[in-house]
């Protein structure tokens, strides 16, 4: 019998007990197992999925890394370009705000090449006008820009394009300058020696077709000054009409010959002869002036002093600065002329032979210019004599040089090589 509390506290009811139910058992153990196996397959596909998901945010990353690398690479490529570059490069934002500059632009505008553009630094004032200009004139326009230096004058040439932005109506405007000044130079030059070809081969005709007349007016004059000997007032117009007609005829020959690229054809030459025939063909000249030519030449030489040369070029050369002198003088004006052998700066010489005229002599500030062609000072001449004479000169093996003084007259010396 079971026994009873004394104490009146109440005893739990006892639990019946039951035999396990091993089929039940064996289920309950079951799906145990296959919870367990479906939870640790679950786990190692997580765990795969974790690594492959590992594996490829490592091929991303590492993706990444290369492509900032490339971007790297590039960026710096493209910098080096654009240092580089011989025309300048200008970015500036829609406000025309600079937002880059490359050293050849810094240059052109005078910006330090140390300085930063921070804060976008607005375009000069100056340049402002004329990139709007080219901004509104569409893609391809071309503009120059007269810039002041302490060189002279710059001209720049602007062109301009767009960099569109997805974010924004107007992307940034690219400019490109660059430094024409020696290509316009350039091409004034080539223009202008165009021009002067052209002039050239036309003053050339024209002095052909004017040649062969005056030759003619020439010869008539001279028959016509040989029958009126005796008519004294017909006689001086007779020598005016014969010293136009000479003068002339030396202007026409300087043309010629400036224009004439041929070699002299060079063979002995008697220089006292050719100056006495060249002097007696200029005494109307001389006396329409008023003016006299003295000849003085050496005494002691019957053989006569030669030289290799061509006759009618180096007689071009005596008339030039025959005429040169009488322009120079005043009426009553003496022309010395000096021929003789020797030497000058210790070269021997075939001959030396000086002009020495009375006039007011060259400015200082002209006797470097006086054999320049196109350079006179007397209004009218064509101021090729000079420098046709230094070419012929030059072209015979010798030199013309020029000494003058303001109001000591000027002296042209020539020396030929025996």
């Known amino acids: ?16 007990t039951m035999a396990p139910d091993p089929e039940a058992l064996n289920q309950a153990f079951e799906s145990f197992a296959l919870a367990a196996g479906s939870l640790e397959a679950s786990y190692g596909q997580l765990q795969a999925e974790l690594a492959r998901l590992r594996h490829e945010l490592e091929v991303k990353n590492r993706d990444l890394q290369q492509s900032l690398a490339a971007n790297e690479s590039m960026r710096a490529w493209l910098s080096r370009t654009l240092q580089g570059l ?30 930063t553009l921070r804060n976008f630094t607005p375009v000069p004032e100056s340049l402002q006008k004329l990139l709007v ?49 020696e290509q316009r130079r350039l091409e004034r030059e080539r223009e202008s020696a165009r021009r002067l070809q052209a002039l050239g081969e036309m003053t050339t ?32 117009w007779c020598v005016h009409l014969q010293a136009g007609l000479r003068a002339l005829s030396a202007t026409v020959n300087n043309v010629l010959q400036f224009h004439t690229q041929a070699p002299p054809q060079r063979v002995p030459v008697n220089v006292e002869k050719l100056l006495d025939d060249t002097l007696e063909f200029l005494q109307p000249l001389a006396l329409q002036r008023g003016m006299a030519i003295r000849l003085m030449k ?20 005596f008339f030039n600065l025959a005429i040169n002198a009488f322009r120079a003088m005043s009426s009553g004006g003496i022309l010395t002329v000096r021929v003789r ?8 010489l075939g001959a030396r032979i000086d002009f020495e005229d009375q006039g007011g002599g060259i400015a200082p500030e002209n006797l470097q210019r006086v054999f320049s062609a196109g350079f006179t000072t007397t209004p009218g001449s064509p101021g090729l004599g000079l420098a046709v004479s230094k070419r012929v000169v030059e072209q015979h093996g ?21």
């Open 298 to 317: 050496p005494s002691h030489t019957d053989e006569g002093i030669w030289v290799q040369g061509d006759a009618h070029r180096l007689q071009q050369v």
């Open 1 to 16: 019998m079971p026994t009873l509390p004394t104490t009146g506290e109440i005893l739990p009811a006892p639990i019946p």
């Open 133 to 181: 200009d080219i901004i509104f004139s569409g893609p391809g326009a071309e503009r120059i820009w007269p810039l002041e230096g302490g060189e002279g004058e710059r001209l720049i040439a602007i062109t301009c394009a767009v960099l569109p932005e997805p974010t924004s109506e107007r992307g940034d405007f690219v400019f490109i300058l660059r430094d024409v000044t």
């Open 398 to 418: 010798g030199t013309l040089r020029v000494k003058s003084a303001p109001h000591h007259g000027s002296t042209f010396t020539m020396v030929f090589p025996s």
């Open 205 to 236: 005709v024209l002095a052909h077709e004017i040649r062969n007349p005056l030759a003619s007016l020439e010869l008539f004059a001279g028959l016509i000054t040989d029958a009126t000997r005796e008519q004294l007032d017909v006689s001086q």
């Open 86 to 115: 011989p025309c300048g490069v200008l970015v500036a934002d829609s406000k025309l705000q600079l937002r880059l500059a490359n050293p050849e632009a810094r240059r052109l505008l005078a910006i330090d090449q140390k300085s």
């Open 341 to 348: 052998r020797g030497q000058l700066e210790g070269t021997n």
